[in-house]
C-alpha cells in the first residue's frame, strides 16, 4: 500500500515538473543577468558606442538609466550588447515584421478550363473572367482539356489559347508559353507590367 502511494506521488511529481518546462520561456534575447559572459561590447540607445565593459557594470549603467543591456550579436568577440527598453524592442520588433507583412503581395493563380470545342458564348464568358482576375493582379492558367481521339486534333487548342492570348493582350503577357501535361494543353498569363505614360518617361530622363 505505502509503495503504491509513493509510487504516484512520484508520477505526480514528474507529471508538474515537465508541463511547468513545457510552458517557461525565457526571452527572445539574453538580457540582464541572462548574459552569461564576463564582458562586452556595450553601445547605448543613440547608437554611441560605449566600448567594451564588465557584464555588471554594463547591467549597472542598464539599470540606472532605466533600460535594460540586450545581447544583440552573441558570436561577436566580446558579444555585442545595447542598452534599451526591451519591452520597446520587441514591440517595435513585432510592429515593423507586422507591417512588413501587410506589404507581402499575395498573387493567386487562377484556372479556367476550355474543351477543343469550346463555343462563342462559353470562350467569351471564361475570356471575361480571365480578364477580371488578371485586373485584381491574379495569374491566370488557361487550360485545354482534350479526350479519346481530340488528342488527334491538338491545333485546335493550340488555336483557342492563340486567340485567348490576342484577346488578353491589352491587360496580360504569357509567362508560360502553351504546354502540354498528360492529356491537357495549358499556358499561364501574368499581368502585364504598368508602363509609365510617355511625358513621366521623359522627365524621368531629364
Known amino acids: 500500500?505505502?509503495?503504491?502511494?509513493?509510487?504516484?506521488?512520484?508520477?505526480?511529481?514528474?507529471?508538474?515538473?515537465?508541463?511547468?518546462?513545457?510552458?517557461?520561456?525565457?526571452?527572445?534575447?539574453?538580457?540582464?543577468?541572462?548574459?552569461?559572459?564576463?564582458?562586452?561590447?556595450?553601445?547605448?540607445?543613440?547608437?554611441?558606442?560605449?566600448?567594451?565593459?564588465?557584464?555588471?557594470?554594463?547591467?549597472?549603467?542598464?539599470?540606472?538609466?532605466?533600460?535594460?543591456?540586450?545581447?544583440?550579436?552573441?558570436?561577436?568577440?566580446?558579444?555585442?550588447?545595447?542598452?534599451?527598453?526591451y519591452g520597446k524592442f520587441l514591440y517595435e520588433e513585432k510592429k515593423k515584421a507586422h507591417e512588413a507583412k501587410k506589404k507581402q503581395v499575395t498573387v493567386e493563380v487562377k484556372e479556367i478550363k476550355f474543351r477543343p470545342g469550346t463555343d462563342d458564348h462559353d470562350y467569351g464568358y471564361r475570356m471575361e473572367r480571365a480578364r477580371g482576375w488578371i485586373a485584381d493582379g491574379d495569374k491566370v492558367r488557361a487550360t485545354i482539356a482534350f479526350r479519346g481521339r481530340e488528342m488527334t486534333h491538338r491545333e485546335l487548342g493550340a488555336n483557342l489559347l492563340a486567340k485567348l492570348r490576342d484577346d488578353l493582350a491589352d491587360v496580360a503577357d504569357v509567362e508560360v508559353t502553351p504546354k502540354m501535361e498528360g492529356y491537357q494543353m495549358f499556358v499561364i498569363f501574368v499581368p502585364k507590367k504598368a508602363k509609365l505614360p510617355a511625358k513621366a518617361v521623359e522627365k524621368k530622363i531629364e
Open 1 to 85: 500500500m505505502g509503495f503504491e502511494e509513493k509510487g504516484e506521488i512520484h508520477i505526480a511529481t514528474r507529471f508538474n515538473k515537465n508541463r511547468g518546462n513545457r510552458f517557461q520561456r525565457g526571452p527572445k534575447h539574453p538580457t540582464n543577468e541572462r548574459i552569461r559572459v564576463p564582458s562586452v561590447r556595450v553601445i547605448d540607445e543613440d547608437g554611441e558606442q560605449l566600448g567594451v565593459m564588465d557584464t555588471r557594470d554594463a547591467i549597472q549603467k542598464a539599470r540606472e538609466d532605466g533600460k535594460d543591456l540586450v545581447e544583440i550579436a552573441p558570436n561577436a568577440k566580446p558579444p555585442v550588447c545595447r542598452i534599451i527598453d
